[in-house]
């Protein structure tokens, strides 16, 4: 198992470095059809890759791990979920207000935009209370 994980990850990384450096040769102001052409392969590619990784994330813990393993990982996917669904139910679809942007965006682009807002913020403020709670819980545990 070690040796395909090291092919894959070799393969992975010579495709990207090949998209790289095609998108970088081929994007110069004058060639617009050329860069926009290559732009959406680059994109592609992160959106398979980021595809690749949430797959990887979710389903590797459930084969690799013991049943109390599987358990705990079954409940953090289990959160994930909920945080996006109650994100995604607390999200706004309105426009910012004296904004005016062409094209106009449609109401789900608002509300995915919004969705991943929260989101994030969400992780962020539970991310800095990990940091500060976990440092607070040594400091308390080494005196």
Same mark, same amino acid.
Request: hydrophobic letters at 55%; aromatic letters at 0%.
């Given at each position: 198992m070690k040796k395909f994980t090291k092919i894959l990850t070799y393969a992975l990384l010579i495709i990207s470095? +090949? &998209?790289f450096v095609i998108f970088y040769a081929s994007s110069h102001p004058a060639?617009?059809?050329?860069?926009d052409s290559t732009l959406n392969m680059v994109l592609n590619w992160a959106y398979l890759l980021l595809c690749l990784s949430v797959l990887g994330a979710i389903i590797l813990p459930l084969f690799f791990s013991s049943g *109390?393993? @599987? *358990?705990g990982s079954l409940i953090k996917i289990? +959160?994930? &979920?909920?945080v996006c669904v109650v994100s995604y #139910?607390?999200?706004?679809?309105?426009? #910012?207000?004296? @904004?005016?942007?062409?094209?106009?965006p449609t109401a789900g682009? #608002? *509300?995915f935009t919004s969705t991943i807002l929260l989101i994030s913020s969400l992780f962020l403020v539970a991310d800095i209370i990990a940091v500060l709670g976990g440092g607070l819980i040594n400091n308390l545990r080494n005196r």
């Open positions: 470095a +090949v &998209i060639d617009a059809g050329t860069a *109390k393993n @599987v *358990k289990g +959160v994930v &979920i909920v #139910l607390l999200a706004s679809s309105a426009p #910012l207000q004296g @904004v005016t942007v062409n094209p106009a682009d #608002l *509300k």
